[in-house]
């Protein structure tokens, strides 16, 4: 992690003391970080927040992780290469002796324990005028970029000031524009984001994580006060890209090179039925048909909460970075090419019992999926399922349980002579996981969590790291968000 200057630090030092007259203020149609912005979705468009001018809220979020994992496989002995006889399927965390081999040179067990780095997000709402908002959101530290890094900004307008206020827009329409994360799916507002996991039950997020941030636009319709339609095209990628992209065959041979932009969409219905009972369905569509990378299940930029858990001690004879292989317990499908990604989200909550539940049905591919002189697709999907219930006065108190499992086909991964029958043929892998998690708030903006986690890992090939892998153990975080 780089060491900040004076600057930085005195930087920080005036921010924080700011945030502690404006992270009050409040900002029309947004979310708080704090225990209010649980459950919350889009902003509602009946919004009860008056204009009083131009205001500021600065906050920010801070997690502290503790963890006690342990990681197992039964890969076989595979040599590194002809002239590293090391097994390239050990785990990273084994201990190395002086010489430079491993300690138990056949073992592929590791544990993982210790304080992971703390990851903290600064965020900047900033009121511009009556139902127009912007906002900037900043990693201060996290796991894959330990340094200061912008995640994006974005204006979004609900209502038109400038016209005086037409009714028809500010009740029915908004449109949010600049580099954001894309409205797919309803787990985004429950996944932890660097330091800000206050609204995730739990320490980590989906085996498949949809997460990025692209440049664009959407366009929102509310037609009644209980359905949300939306609209939006990005262009795609991470970040700006400016350079032409030669529209030629590229080197596989069979896919010419284009450069897409996403379009998606979503439309949600979410209804208080009874002051106990509200019921929630959302689905989402996500299409790119060819670009050079999109990152839709690649772009986290802050790194899984679950530090170095079922990662190989070495890939191509280099030692595994923690800080660059920062996807540990997630899976990677690998279309970062051509991605056509669904989304169903049901959300139910009947005083302090919730149901949170999802299904991702994924196709895509990277250029060098051809087969026969054709652009194949491989398949994924995913189902997912939470329930959570909160008790004791304001909900301090949560138990939960959570049960994600994930099918699909990894890029560039096939069975070998050692796999049977199925020698030749694209590895089709299933990974499930338990997690049983408990919370305690001890105020609005503080929450303490542990989590208990079984993660298993089916049909991985015989020479693969991950063949008929596990890892076990417990997570405690320490959050603040305000």
């Known amino acids: 992690m780089k060491r900040p200057s004076f600057k930085t630090v005195l930087a920080v030092f005036i921010l924080t003391a700011m945030a502690a007259t404006v992270s009050a203020q409040k900002i029309q149609y947004s979310r708080y970080y704090d225990k209010r912005g649980i459950n919350v979705f889009e902003p509602s468009k009946k919004d009860t927040v008056a204009y009083e001018g131009f205001k500021i809220r600065i906050g920010g979020s801070f ?26 399927n050990l785990l990273v965390g084994l201990v190395k002796n002086a010489n430079g081999s491993y300690q138990n040179n056949d073992s592929v067990t590791s544990r993982m324990n210790g304080f992971n780095l703390a990851m903290a997000n600064l965020n900047f709402d900033i009121q511009i005028d009556d139902g127009i908002r912007v906002f900037l959101e900043n990693y201060m530290s996290a796991r894959h970029h330990n340094e200061f890094w912008v995640k994006g900004g974005y204006i979004q ?26 409205n797919y799916g309803d787990f985004q507002f429950r996944r932890s984001d660097g330091g800000n996991t206050i609204f995730n039950p739990f320490a980590e997020n989906l085996l498949l994580d949809a997460f990025t941030t692209e440049i664009g636009g959407e366009v929102y319709v509310f037609p ?6 939306m609209a939006g095209m990005t262009s795609g990628f991470i970040n700006g890209n400016i350079q032409p992209t030669a529209e030629s065959i590229n080197s596989n041979g069979v896919v010419r090179t284009k450069r897409s932009p996403s379009i998606f969409g979503k439309v949600a219905y979410d209804k208080q039925i009874q002051t106990d009972l509200r019921f929630r369905l959302s689905a989402s569509v996500y299409n790119n ?8 299940f690649a772009g986290d930029r802050t790194g899984s909460h679950y530090f170095a858990v079922m990662d190989p001690a070495q890939i191509n004879g280099t030692a595994t970075s923690i800080t660059a292989n920062f996807t540990s317990g997630r899976l990677d499908p690998g279309v970062a090419n051509r991605v056509t990604a669904i989304n169903v989200s049901p959300f139910l909550k009947y005083k302090g019992l919730e149901l949170q539940g999802g299904y991702d049905m994924i196709k895509g591919s990277v250029f060098a999926d051809v087969a026969n002189g054709k652009w194949n697709k491989r398949d994924w999907n995913q189902a997912y399922g939470e329930l959570v219930y909160r008790f004791l006065k304001n909900e301090q108190l949560y138990i939960g ?17 050692n796999d049977g029958s199925l020698n030749g ?21 503080m929450l303490l969590k542990v989590e208990m986690v079984n993660q298993k890992y089916n049909d991985f090939p015989w020479a693969d790291y991950r063949y008929n892998a ?10 603040i968000g305000f």
Do not use: C
């Not at 048909?289 to 839709?296: A, C, D, E, F, Q």
């Not at 043929?425 to 903006?445: D, E, L, M």
């Not at 596990?470 to 959050?479: I, L, R, S, T, Y």
């Open 470 to 479: 596990k890892f076990n153990g417990f997570m405690v975080e320490a959050v």
């Open 224 to 229: 009644t006060a209980d359905v949300m339609l």
């Open 289 to 296: 048909s060819n670009i050079v990378r999109n990152t839709l």
């Open 425 to 445: 043929q694209q590895a089709k892998v299933n990974v499930n996981r338990f997690a049983f998690a408990a919370g305690y708030f001890p105020t609005r903006n």
């Open 63 to 88: 997690t502290q992780d503790y963890q006690s994992i342990k990681s197992t496989n039964k890969a076989n002995y595979v040599v590194t290469s002809p002239t590293n006889a090391t097994n390239r």
């Open 401 to 417: 349980a959570r049960y994600v499992t994930a099918t699909g086909e990894p890029s560039g991964l096939r069975y070998g002579t």
């Open 157 to 182: 307008i609900d209502k038109l000031p400038m016209f005086g206020n037409p009714e028809w827009f500010t009740k029915y329409l908004r449109v949010k524009i600049g580099h954001f994360q894309p």
